[in-house]
Nanobody, 113 residues
């Protein structure tokens, strides 16, 4: 049974930083790509960042230069470091294994202006 558990969300002022972490279990973590998605109120879910099993990384335009995705295959974790946060970054952030469409329950990020 695959489980993805996110942590690290919270309330932060604009310009602040947060680090989201996702721990995966029940899956051969190192063999898969991983991603962070987000869903803001009234909007569709969108891809924020992606990291392949080989370490190739892609970011949404809105995340470039501010967010950093990383993985630790020894700990089965994928992190998202978010700097210079803006109110429009407010959303529920989800850890995702894209290939098999496994999703965590999400962690709320709220950025106040």
């Amino acid at each position: 049974q695959v489980q993805l558990v996110e942590s690290g969300g919270g309330l932060v002022q604009a310009g602040g930083s947060l680090r989201l972490s996702c721990v995966a279990s029940g899956i051969m973590f190192r063999s898969y790509s991983w991603a962070w998605y987000r869903q803001a109120p009234g909007k569709q879910r969108e891809l924020v960042a992606f990291i392949s099993s080989g370490g190739t990384i892609n970011y949404a335009e809105s995340a470039k230069g501010r967010f950093t995705i990383s993985r630790d295959n020894a700990k089965n974790t994928v992190d998202l470091r978010m700097n210079s946060l803006k109110p429009e970054d407010t959303a529920v952030y989800y850890c995702v294994q894209p290939g098999a469409s496994y999703w965590g329950r999400g962690t709320q990020v709220t950025v106040s202006s």
